[in-house]
């Protein structure tokens, strides 16, 4: 059974590599917003944001980014209800949306140390 320096040890480690992995996480959910808005709302790319989102929402704050998390899951909630809706957002709703991913995908430093 390992012991608590151990258990910590790999706890750290973990952190440490969703750290690294972390901006390109954010880069990604940033050029698939960018990619949606320069084309005609498509509620299937609206979903795989949705569920990238949904997954950094959750994984964020476990391992320590709980600012990440919470904008991450106030971009998901947006998305949700438009595709619960089955409707094209309007443009405020659109603004909306693009502040919360701006503040979710900048503004972080350097992540990786």
Same mark, same amino acid.
């Given at each position: ?7 910590? !040890?790999?706890?750290? /480690?973990? %952190? #440490? &590599?969703? *750290? ?6 954010? !880069?990604?959910? &940033? $050029?698939?917003? &960018? +990619?949606?808005? *320069? ?6 790319? =609206? /979903?795989?944001?949705? $569920? %990238?989102?949904? #997954? ?9 980014? =709980?600012?990440? +998390?919470? %904008? !991450?899951?106030? /971009?998901?909630? @947006?998305?949700? &209800? ?7 957002? +309007?443009? +405020?709703?659109?603004?909306? @949306?693009?502040?919360?991913?701006? /503040?979710?995908? #900048?503004?972080?430093?350097? @992540? $990786? #140390?």
């Amino acid at each position: 059974m390992p012991d608590e320096s151990d258990i910590q !040890a790999r706890l750290q /480690a973990l %952190r #440490t &590599a969703y *750290a690294e992995q972390l901006p390109d996480k954010l !880069a990604e959910v &940033a $050029r698939q917003w &960018a +990619g949606m808005q *320069a084309q005609p709302w498509n509620p299937e790319q =609206a /979903a795989v944001l949705h $569920r %990238r989102l949904h #997954t950094l929402a959750g994984s964020a704050p476990t391992f320590g980014f =709980a600012d990440i +998390g919470r %904008r !991450a899951r106030q /971009a998901e909630r @947006l998305l949700k &209800a438009w595709n619960n809706d089955l409707r094209k957002p +309007g443009e +405020g709703e659109t603004a909306e @949306l693009n502040g919360h991913i701006q /503040a979710l995908c #900048t503004g972080h430093g350097d @992540l $990786r #140390t």
